[in-house]
Structure formats: structure tokens, C-alpha cells
């Protein structure tokens, strides 16, 4: 930045006057003379005066009248003191000079922005370069050392998996070609196993049936809701980790699997044929108390079938005469944006359903709901393994007033995730936005306090809490009385 500084001439002019003294002298102390000398020499005096007043009126006149030579040696004095006049010609020479100026500053300009970005570049491409060559020199390496190098197996998949992990975003995911296609599957509802919603119980390494999906393979061979499995193929989970015998379960169609599973204290085997099986996100049940009907619906997460099943589901507990709606999101890890906006449209009277920002605070989307409402008394439960989409729906109701909401606070996720398909078919989905609710703040690692903060029995937790009875859940009980009082 170039800074200017203008100097003004603030001295006034000043004008400078001379005085004259042309007063005579009175000389005294002379003595007499005869008269006719007086008067000679008194004639003779008066002219020398008269000749000497002369000569000073002269000198005076001088020392005022400027003359010719002086006049023209003032006058340019006085025009620099005066604004200066520029011809025409002067006026369009010198806005030339500025404009060329100006042209020659920006082109500097330009082109120092144009060099700093083509540096940028090229340590850019330099990098890609480098990682590139150390990449072949590693690989060199062990294609020439490695004892088993013949055993490699390191994919594309592989490297930029463990890319999108290095960055730190842990939302991130990243799907192969092949893994992408069954995630669409599945968000569909179309999956393949055996069939079964579980939780993982680490702390007594065995993994709890939540629920038995209809028609499923599971549900043909007999396995049933609060069946703990303890072992896979002839193997305990305590002998091969929790985490390996869980991972052991899913495969290919038509193969079997032999489960381990403890029922009323009792240890069986039972032996699923893997195959096809729909899976179901909302899941639905009735609850008597005073002789009063109170619908139960737990939303296991929201992906793409939940809008329809949740529709379902809304519409035939208003139709078998419950008098309220006890909508569980406890666990529930979120989805799918726009099948929440749906499910909210749909129970939510006309209004803001969520706002979209960038990372910079600039709202760049906006979800309403239309005039028609979902006409039930409304309660919601969520705990500290609610996340996402499950708490838009938790504050979402609370802000319109339309559920009051149980439990315990919740994880605090409030941000979304974008999908980006790379040129083989993969897809990535990278951290990319906030969101929120119209009447509140973001909560993205706050999380949300519920209405009632209601804990859970002793003993319960959120890993073995759908393990538990109506009479043991201290949270659907504390909703369930909320619509019945």
C-alpha cells in the first residue's frame, strides 16, 4: 500500500509599507545678519531647500513606483501565489500519465496474484509427485525384499480408505464400488445375513438380539428378541474376541452359520442359513396402562424405506385406538437428511423444519413443513447414544412444542456429511455442514438436554437397554404416564 502526503502553504502574505519622515528641520542658534544679506541669503537657502526637497521627493517616488524591470520581476511572484491554470492539452497529458499509471499497478498486481497461484500449484504438483515417487520406492522395496511379497494385497480401495482416516474427519466414510452398491441396497431396506438388529455387549463379550426381522433367516431358525448369543461356529466370543465373532456371522448366501445362544438361562445351538431378508427401521408396539392404549414406536435409524414405515406405522397406532405416540430414538445414530425432513413434515404443522450452514456461519439451505400435521399427543425418548438426524428430531419437536422428550442428554452431533463419487465408482462422504434447528443454536458437541432428564434403573445402560422390560425402563415410563396424566 503507497500512502500520499499533500503539503499546504498556510503563510499569509503580508504586505510591507515604508515610512517617510518629511517633517523640516528648524535650525536655531544662529545670529543676525543684516537684512538685505538675510533676505539674500534667505532667498538662496530656500531655493537650496527647495532643490534638496526635490531631490527627496524624487528619491521617494523612486523608492514607491516600481519600475518596468521590477513590475515584471513581481508579477510572477503574485501568479504562484494564485491558482494554478492548466491548458486543455495539459489537462489530457496528465490524465494519460494516470491512466498509464494505474494500467501499470494493476498489471503488478495481476501479476503477483498469478505467480503466487502458480507456485501454489506447482509445490502442489511437486508434492503429488514426491508422494507418488516415495510410493513406487516402498513398494519397490518390498516387492524385492519382502520374504512373502508374493502374499501382498493392497488395493486402490485400500490406500484411499486410509487416506480419508488420516484426515481426521471422523464422520468421513469411504465406500468402494462394490460396498457403495450394497449400502443403496440396504438403505432401501434390501439386505442379506441372517436377519437380526443386535447391540454388542463388550463388558460380558456376547451380543444381545434386539430384535428378529420378519421372514428373515433368523426369525425361520427359530432366534428371538433378548436371545444372548455367547459363541460362532463351535467358538466362544471369550476364546476369538467379541469383535472376530461378530464379524463372522454375515457372509454369502446360502452358506449356514451355527450360533451359540443362551435363553432362560439355558445354552442352544442354532444353525441359520444366511439369505435375503428386509430390513425393518421402525418398529412398532402397543402399551396398556389404565386401560388405555399407548402406541410405541422405536426408529432404529433413518434411511431410505423409514418415511413409508414410519407412515405406516403412525397410521395404524391412531387406527387401533391409541390416545398417544411414544417415539424411542434412544441409540438411534441418525441418516439420511432428507428422510428426516420427511418424517418431521409429516407430524410437524407448518413452519421451519432446519437450517443448513457452511463453515463460515452463511446459511446456504432451509426445510419446511407444510400446513398438515400429524394429530396424536407426542412423546420422545432419547439418551447419550442419540446422534444426527435422531436429535433434529428430538429438538425439532421440542422447539414446536409438538412431543415433550425423556431421558438423558444426548451425543451431540450437528453436523452432516456429503456424498462425492470419485471417477472409479467409489464414494467418500465428507464433513461438510451444520445444521440446526430454525429456534435454536447448533448443538454439534453439546448435545441435547431433554425435558425431563430421567435416568436409567440400576443395572440398566444403553448397551442392554432394549434386553429390558416395560417394568425396568424407568424412561418409556416416565413418557407413557406423560400422555396418559
Known sequence: MTYFEEKMDNNPDIEEKDTVDNSAEEVVGQEPVQEEQVQEEQVEEEQVQEE?????????????????????????EKKKKDKKRYTRGQMVFVSLIAVFLTIVITSQLVFSAATSFYKKEI??????SYFFSLYDELTGLYQSHYLYSDEIDVSVDDLLRQYVISTNDRYAMYYSPEEWYLSQESSMGKSAGIGAY???DEAH???????????????????KAKDIVVGVDGKYFTEIGLENGYNSIPG????????????DNAEYDLIVKRGDYIYQS??????????????????LQFIGATFEEFKIAAKELKDKGCVGVVIDVRNNPGGQLDTIVNVLDYIEPEGGIVEIYDSNGKQIGRYNSKPSEYDMPLAILCNESTASAAELMTKSLMDTGKAKSFGVKTYGKGCGQSAFQLSNGAVV???SFFYKTPYSDNYDGIGITPDYVVDYAEGVNSINLFMQDYENDTQLQAAVRSLID
Open 52 to 76: 534638496a526637497q526635490e531631490e527627496q521627493a524624487q528619491q521617494e517616488e523612486t523608492q514607491q513606483e516600481p519600475t518596468d524591470t521590477e513590475e515584471q520581476q513581481t508579477k510572477p
Open 205 to 223: 463379550q456376547c451380543i444381545n438380539i434386539i430384535h428378529v426381522f420378519k421372514d428373515s433367516p433368523a426369525e425361520k431358525a427359530g432366534l
Open 123 to 128: 509445490h502442489k504438483n511437486n508434492e503429488n
Open 198 to 200: 443386535v447391540s454388542l
Open 429 to 431: 462422504y465428507i464433513t
Open 252 to 263: 454369502e448366501n446360502g452358506t449356514k452359520v451355527r450360533l451359540t445362544i443362551i435363553r
Open 282 to 299: 421402525v418398529l412398532t408396539d402397543i402399551i396398556k396402562v389404565d386401560d388405555k392404549k399407548i402406541g410405541y414406536m422405536h426408529i
